[in-house]
């Protein structure tokens, strides 16, 4: 099983290339902590890697990753939330401008959520609980595609989804104020693989538009 042995691998890369070129941001970021103006929210697929996509460097973005990139309504006192748990600490302690929660295309995750069938493991799943986050979105889209079958169901959810999110982040009543006040901003994007392109939503609309 050579996979492991291939992070490794790609560790002495890192500690030979990047990391020594910049030994220097390493430093200031141990020495200083984090400040990322940024939060990502994105999918764990391993396809859509966000410090990949936007080029950053260490320091820049606070990421929260997790199946099909959903971000739950605020509700405090019923489990455990990792979601939730992310978003506070961006928002409370490290105070960060701008909230982007990015979507893409072929996301397993809305195609579980489009087949509307036992979708993880057998009997209770955790995937069958997170996905009902977008229920609501994605009976509006099977709707939408029956009256016209032209739209693509799966990247329409894709983008329902983000919508969803982004609203979902406005019940968390420090990202409210924050927004109100101007000094945070949410955005949408969502990521075509095989094109390697990036759309962005406008936030007017709530359609999305190539960068
Ligand atoms: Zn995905």
Redesign the pocket.
Known sequence: MPEFGALIDGYYRFRAGNYTAQKRRYDNLDHDGQHPPVMVI????SR?DPATIFDTVPGQMFVLRN???LVPPYQPGQGLHGASAAIEFAVVDLEVRHIVVM??G?????TAALKNEDRGAPGPSFIDDWIRIIDEGRDRVIERCKADPSIDAQRAL?HEAIRISIRNLRTFPYVAEHEADGTLKLHGCWFAISEGELHVMDNETEEFHPA
Do not use: F, P, S, T
């Open positions: 994105g999918c764990c697929d859509v199946v099909a990139n979507g893409h072929k996301c397993g995750g809305i894709e």
